[in-house]
């Protein structure tokens, strides 16, 4: 079955600092989610991806889509201290209308 | 406009007991449902999903079960609660672009 590992798991940064978050999936992808999670709260959608290449940004944070690495990037510049959370991709099954989600990144900025 | 509402926000269960949340969708038609497990700062673990009425895939086996009454109402029971139950319980649909989720349901079982 398909599995998305996220790296790194835990992620702290000075606010101002850019980062990268890493979505690799174990099968081919047919698209891809980002989601961003306060915890103990749900899901906010930041964007979608669905062709190899693509790329899509909101506001400071850039996503993009590399199908033969079977892998996205999720790149915040400038940091702040409210990008801090979870951030979390998901990946639908092209067979099977399965969603799947990765292990998530824990994202703490400090000013 | 396309909303998905899920209830309760919090429960309190004891271990033994029953459960019952309910997810339904307002908006769209025949969608793609799926109950989500969250444990604290993690990713979401697929319990069961649902591509039409009655039809339901479950990924875990667990003492959890999934039921589809109607077509945009999506119901996680289980007869008997365990300590390991405990955890964020989220509910979502999806579309082509986008897949939309309830606010969630936290459940501790004491």
């Known amino acids: 079955s398909q599995e998305l590992e996220q790296s790194p798991q835990s992620l702290i940064v000075q606010e101002g600092k850019n980062l990268t978050i890493n979505c690799t999936s174990s099968k081919t992808l047919y698209g891809l989610y980002w989601y961003k999670q306060k915890y103990g709260e749900g899901l906010i959608f930041l964007m979608m991806l669905q062709k190899g290449g693509e790329e899509k940004s909101h506001e400071k944070i850039t996503a993009k889509l590399d199908e033969k690495k079977q892998q996205s990037s999720l790149h915040i510049t400038a940091s702040q201290p409210s990008h801090a959370g979870i951030y979390l991709c998901?990946?639908?099954?092209?067979?099977?209308?399965?969603?799947?989600f990765g292990t998530g990144t824990r994202l703490q900025v400090f000013p | 406009s396309q909303t998905i509402h899920q209830w309760p926000a919090t429960l309190v269960q004891p271990v033994g007991s029953p459960l019952s949340l309910e997810c339904t969708v307002e908006g769209t038609s025949n969608p793609n449902l799926y109950w989500y497990r969250q444990a604290a700062g993690r990713g979401l673990q697929l319990l069961f999903y649902s591509v039409g009425i009655g039809q339901i895939s479950s990924e875990v086996p667990q003492n959890l079960s999934a039921s589809r009454p109607q077509d945009r109402q999506f119901i996680l029971s289980s007869k008997k609660l365990l300590l390991s139950d405990s955890g964020f319980y989220l509910c979502a649909w999806r579309t082509n672009t986008e897949a939309f989720f309830g606010q969630g349901t936290r459940l501790t079982v004491v």
């Open positions: 998901g990946a639908p099954n092209y067979n099977t209308d399965k969603l799947i």
